[in-house]
């Protein structure tokens, strides 16, 4: 059976009616026959059909054991870090998705849990740099925005040969490219809002573990902390994840055909895209997923902000608008929009140029996608002398 097979038929026809779309309970508590004696549902907090549906298909579907269903993708990560104590120490990939850093700097620091960060497309620092306090290694790859792909099985050995549980941030690849539990992680979490809702239409998180020990923790901070998520987000989201595999293929093969337009443009400097042969890591990428995804980064030769500007504000299928994994292509300028909060040098150093410019390449016909980046260099290089020099320098 195809992993698409599997995925379609891992969404269960309703036993009671024969629904063959998921029914959504919009309710916030059930009748109990005598105190205690229910039907596995007492409050919605705790248990809900709808949300727990999609939670048993994300665990299928990343090959887990149990699946955890949150607000937002934050909620998610929330909720992994909540397995920790003060004194931990969490080893963080160093171009971390920069939500995570706000909650790792700004509210987990006070509780007393460090975080260093280190390169961890080198999986000799991710080992030279753990300590006895060291109890989570978080992964992202490839990593926002500028695609560093890491071994997740290399830092799986390293993790386990030390005894902390390593952690993977998989919304980039989304399940159908890559699934780090079967690489030796042992938890992965997920920003639903992107790859497996796919709509640009909500705002989801979810996490896997491999063990069901490990789950039924994460389950009980789920419960005893709240952040679920909703009965009709979750069907959204089971929704979106119907078709998941159809997307990614094309997602793929846009972004792919993208990156080998931009690779050749004269006015562009570097292409981010780990399907490129080019790529540093191209080999890992290629070893550990199915395919290199949907996101393509460029900078330009022209590396200013203004000239950045002037092209994320000049597209017409490329819509400016931050997050990613969507329907409808998008663009944005980490510069000025995700990455504003870092200090310049800072953001700098993590790779991220002034004129560094993201593709969340959607579904359209990839024709009309290079035809729309084209006709905005056209424009550019006849509105800007400057754009015009920078290009035959
Ligand atoms: C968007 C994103 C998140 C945060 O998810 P929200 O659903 O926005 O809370 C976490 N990790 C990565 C890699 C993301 O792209």
Redesign the pocket.
């Known amino acids: 059976m195809s992993n698409a097979t599997q995925l379609i038929h891992s969404i269960p026809v309703d036993p009671l009616t024969g629904a063959i779309s998921v029914p959504i309970y919009q309710t916030s508590t059930y009748v109990q026959e005598a105190p205690g004696v229910n039907k596995g549902y007492d409050y919605a907090r705790s248990n809900n059909p709808t949300r727990g549906t999609l939670e048993s298909i994300i665990a299928q579907l990343e090959k887990g054991s149990v699946g955890i269903a949150f607000g937002?993708?934050?909620?998610a990560?929330d909720a992994v870090v909540k397995l920790l104590k003060s004194g931990d120490e969490i080893l963080a990939v160093d171009d971390i998705?920069g939500?995570?850093f706000r909650l790792f700097t700004h509210i987990y620091e006070k509780f007393g849990i460090t975080v260093n960060y280190v390169d961890t497309t080198n999986a000799e620092n991710v080992f030279n740099a753990i300590t006895q306090n060291t109890k989570l290694i978080w992964l992202?790859t490839p990593t926002?925005p500028t695609l560093k792909v890491s071994d997740i099985e290399a830092i799986a050995k390293i993790a386990k040969a030390h005894s902390c549980l390593l952690c993977v941030?998989n919304?980039?690849a989304s399940p159908a490219l890559q699934q780090p539990l079967s690489l030796g992680a042992d938890i992965v979490?997920h920003?639903?809002?992107?790859y497996l809702g796919g709509h640009s239409d909500l705002?989801?998180?979810l996490v896997v573990a491999k063990e069901k020990e490990l789950g039924e923790k994460i389950k009980f901070i789920q419960n005893a902390s709240g952040a679920i998520l909703a009965p009709f987000d979750s069907w959204l989201v089971i929704r979106g994840i119907e078709t998941l595999h159809l997307r990614v293929q094309q997602h793929c093969r846009n972004a792919q055909a993208v990156a080998e337009f931009l690779e050749t443009h004269p006015a562009v400097d570097k292409v981010f895209y780990p399907g490129l042969k080019t790529h540093l890591k191209h080999g890992i990428a290629k070893k550990q997923s199915k395919g290199f995804g949907g996101i393509v980064s460029f900078t330009l030769k022209n590396d200013t902000e203004e000239a950045a500007t002037a092209f994320v504000s000049n597209t017409k299928y490329f819509k400016l608008a931050e997050?990613?994994g969507g329907v409808k292509s998008l663009l944005c300028h980490p510069a000025q929009m995700t990455h504003k909060s870092i200090p310049s040098e800072k953001r700098k150093a993590a790779g991220v140029a002034d004129s560094l410019i993201r593709l969340s390449v959607g579904l359209e016909e990839v024709e009309d996608l290079v035809a729309d980046l084209e006709q905005t260099f056209a424009k550019l290089k006849e509105a800007s002398k400057d754009f015009v020099t920078s290009i035959s320098a």
């Not at 937002?72 to 909620?75: D, E, R």
């Not at 920003?191 to 992107?194: D, G, I, L, V």
Request: charged share 15%; aromatic share 8%; hydrophobic share 45%.
């Open positions: 937002s993708g934050l909620a990560i998705y939500g995570a992202e926002n941030d919304t980039f979490v920003s639903a809002t992107k705002i989801a998180g997050s990613l």
